[in-house]
Structures are given as structure tokens and as C-alpha cells.
């Protein structure tokens, strides 16, 4: 039987540092045109603080060789009622020229090793309506139990269901 053949380059996933900040900055651009260089350094910062007690942080994503990230993740702990605590990741973003499931699935698969160093009991993914092949994606491969998505944006004195 035949091997399947497999040019895929590895994706290194690390916690974002205070050296990557400015690499990592085009990608929160992808998401967030509006976002000044220095409204970025402001959040980043705050992202790649080091203490004992982490709550929130970022994730980069590379191919295997390249300075420039390929992906961005950013995340936070949550306690929930009950004092079980989640890891939220709120943004994951990719700029590749291929199929961008492989960094995101690495992405994934480092969130869940990050949950656990955190003492998180569940991994929750915030993934935008655009993405909802992405969450697919995630439930496909078993990183999702289940997929739940209700958001309404609402228009400032927009009234409820009229």
C-alpha cells in the first residue's frame, strides 16, 4: 500500500513574547483594520505580562523556519460560577498563502495544553459568523463538543424583535 506523501511544512506553536509584538501586529490588523500601532502595543503588552498567575495571553503560530507568524491567538481564563475555570480564546487569526486548518488546528492543539497548565476544566472558541466553517472544522476533528452561536449586534436605540 502506497504512503500517503505529505509536503506539509510544521507549525510551531509559542506563547507570544514581548519580542514578538511587532511582528504580531499585521495579523490583529486582519481583524482589526482600525487598530493603531500603539493600541496594539498597549494591549500586547498587557497580553505578554509575565507573572505567576497568568489570565490572559497570545499565541503565535509559525511555519517551521519563518520569523513572521502565519497565526495570532489570544485568549484569557475565566472562573465561572462554581469556581471551575475555562480558557477563552476570543480571537484566532491566519494569514496564510495555503489551507489555513492546519495553523488554526495547531493553534487548537497548543489552547488545550495552555487550558491545562491553567488549571482550565474547559476550552471555550469564540470564532466569527464568517468562520462558521471553521467551527465545523473544530467539532469534525473532536477539539469542539458541541457548537453553540447566538449574537445579536445590536444599532444603538435598535428596538428587540420589532
Not at 74 to 102: D, F
Not at 111 to 120: D, E, K, P
Not at 124 to 134: V, W
Amino acid at each position: 500500500m502506497a504512503q500517503k506523501r505529505t509536503n506539509a511544512i510544521p507549525i510551531q506553536v509559542e506563547p507570544m513574547g514581548r519580542h514578538d509584538l511587532l511582528v504580531a501586529y499585521p495579523l490583529m490588523r486582519l481583524k482589526t483594520p482600525s487598530m493603531t500601532p500603539g493600541d496594539w502595543m498597549r494591549t500586547a503588552r498587557i497580553l505578554t505580562r509575565e507573572n505567576e498567575n497568568p489570565t490572559q495571553g497570545g499565541l503565535l503560530a509559525r511555519y517551521e523556519g519563518a520569523r513572521a507568524p502565519c497565526g495570532l491567538a489570544i485568549y484569557r481564563r475565566e472562573t465561572k460560577r462554581g469556581g471551575k475555570t475555562r480558557l477563552i480564546v476570543n480571537s484566532i487569526i491566519v494569514a496564510t498563502c495555503g489551507a489555513s486548518w492546519p495553523v488554526v488546528h495547531a493553534i487548537a492543539a497548543e489552547s488545550v495544553r495552555v487550558a491545562a497548565r491553567l488549571g482550565c476544566v474547559e476550552t471555550e472558541y469564540h470564532i466569527a459568523a464568517q468562520d462558521m466553517a471553521m467551527a465545523f472544522e473544530f467539532h469534525a476533528a473532536g477539539i469542539a463538543d458541541e457548537i453553540v452561536v447566538l449574537q445579536k449586534n445590536h444599532k444603538p436605540m435598535e428596538q428587540p424583535f420589532s
